[in-house]
């Protein structure tokens, strides 16, 4: 009889467990009506930081771009000013209603993630020290990388905490006409801490604002043999 209590109590909290361990994908928006962020005020604003949430999950956005090009080189900034919306720190994040932005310096005329001139945009993702896996990046195209071939985009990204090292490069393709969205499939990236998305480092000519972003809890729970013992 103890037997039987002991195995009916692991298949118990074993199917507890396995029910715990099911994370279903969160979607995090960027763009309008802006219901995810905690922190955004006013209208088309920049700001040093921008946090949203969604489904347990909570992400905190800076811009950033590297001084360079090529897949390593230059140097990167990422923009560590305190508060949202304080001051005049470069480089600066935009919110659009079409999503998040990068305004490199004062004189930056492109208020997109892009990789014209010398710098190379990008936004760090933060997601306050938890284990998730982003499984994909929703973008909205404004210019299209002429150099892979008519109407392609080019994105890297990495994960890590700096930005060192080779970036994974990505290129979809899409329409004739700019102002659509595509969607980067990342085939499950794991993101310890921080996840860094930004227009494409082998090319140029990219210009895209960040939508959204697919992510995963990690899985929680335990197996069954170590669920505990029947009393």
Request: aromatic share 12%; hydrophobic share 30%.
């Amino acid at each position: 009889m103890r037997n039987l209590a002991k195995h009916l109590f692991i298949m118990a909290t074993g199917a507890l467990c396995a029910t715990a361990a099911v994370a279903a994908p969160v979607t995090i928006n960027f763009d309008s009506p802006y219901s995810h962020f905690t922190n955004r005020t006013g209208g088309d604003e920049f700001y040093n930081s921008l946090t949203a949430t969604n489904g347990g999950i909570t992400v905190t956005a800076r811009a950033g771009y590297w001084d360079g090009s090529g897949n390593n080189a230059g140097d990167y900034v990422v923009n560590s000013a305190g508060g949202s919306n304080t001051g005049n720190s470069y480089p600066r994040l935009g919110s659009y209603d079409t999503g998040l932005g990068v305004l490199t310096t004062s004189n930056d005329g492109d208020h997109e993630v892009d990789n014209n001139g010398s710098y190379t945009d990008f936004v760090r993702f933060y997601f306050g020290g938890a284990d998730v896996v982003v499984k994909s990046v929703t973008v909205r195209v404004y210019d299209s990388d002429q150099a892979l071939g008519a109407n392609w985009i080019d994105a890297s990204y990495n994960v890590g905490d700096t930005p060192n090292g080779t970036w994974n490069n990505q290129s979809n393709t899409g329409p004739s006409n700019d102002g659509y969205n595509t969607t980067f499939t990342l085939a499950d990236y794991s993101a310890n801490d921080y996840f860094f998305f930004g227009a494409g480092r082998a090319y140029n000519n990219t210009e895209f604002k960040i939508r959204s972003m697919v992510v995963d809890l990690p899985l929680v729970g335990c197996e069954p043999p170590e669920c505990g013992e029947a009393p």
